[in-house]
């Protein structure tokens, strides 16, 4: 039973829109979590993060929101670039002391020119 | 600055063989980690450890074994390769556990036959 889950398997925007890319989790003791992007080849990288505390971290281009009610998880870019054209992987860490990393399926966004 | 080098980038295997998958690390960092990705199921942790001399086993351990004699190398086994253990294999590392951004190599591709 998947813990993290990402619906969207594929997403394609044009450049200069907004792309948003989600996320939802299933247990309330996921305290943090992450969005890692990886383009083919490459092993993911880091991105952007966010804490149970807040609802918005904002980074450049990249914003997260956390909706803990809902237990979704969103990344937005604004403006989309072509060269944000990867997997993006939602990961999220439990509270307690087995504190690992649990990651999404991920999502493939294609940024169009 | 290398970061988190893994070998070999790519192997096939015939069933029943074994095979060792190296990760060395430059950032003196305490946790390492080995994840596999399959379609559709993102990244699941394998084994990690939290410091030289120390492994433990993550969501998918079975028939993989760990090493980490040394702080900068953690190696990942295969003692009797399954067609079921062919995946894309990453390794990651960590400053500290918890939500200490994960820092990945650029994965090995592993086929069984």
């Known amino acids: 039973d998947q813990q993290v889950k990402q619906n969207s398997p594929s997403l394609s925007v044009q450049e200069g829109r907004i792309s948003i890319l989600n996320c939802d989790y299933t247990?309330?003791?996921?305290?943090?979590f992450l969005w890692y992007k990886k383009y083919p080849a490459e092993g993911p990288t880091f991105l952007i993060s966010?804490?149970?505390?807040?609802d918005k971290n904002e980074d450049g281009r990249f914003t997260v929101f956390l909706n803990k009610s809902a237990k979704h998880l969103s990344l937005h870019i604004v403006p989309s670039q072509p060269g944000d054209s990867a997997v993006y992987f939602c990961?999220?860490?439990?509270?307690?002391?087995?504190?690992?990393?649990?990651f999404g399926s991920g999502t493939q966004l294609t940024v169009l020119p | 600055n290398a970061g988190v080098t893994q070998t070999p980038k790519f192997r096939v295997l015939k069933t029943g063989q074994s095979m060792t998958l190296l990760c060395a690390q430059d950032?003196?960092?305490?946790?390492m980690y080995w994840y596999r990705q399959d379609p559709g199921m993102g990244l699941r942790l394998i084994h990690y450890?939290?410091?030289?001399?120390?492994?433990a086993k993550g969501e998918v351990p079975d028939g993989y074994n760990v090493s980490r004699l040394k702080k900068q190398n953690f190696l990942l086994g295969l003692e009797s390769a399954a067609p079921s253990q062919t995946s894309v294999y990453f390794c990651?590392?960590?400053?500290?556990?918890?939500?200490?951004?994960?820092?990945f190599g650029n994965g090995t591709r592993l086929t069984v036959t």
């Open positions: 990651a590392s960590s400053l500290t556990g918890g939500s200490s951004p994960l820092h």
């Open positions: 990961a999220v860490l439990s509270s307690g002391s087995a504190r690992q990393l649990t």
């Open positions: 247990n309330s003791m996921f305290d943090y």
């Open positions: 966010i804490s149970s505390i807040k």
């Open positions: 950032m003196n960092h305490e946790y």
């Open positions: 450890s939290v410091g030289e001399g120390t492994t």
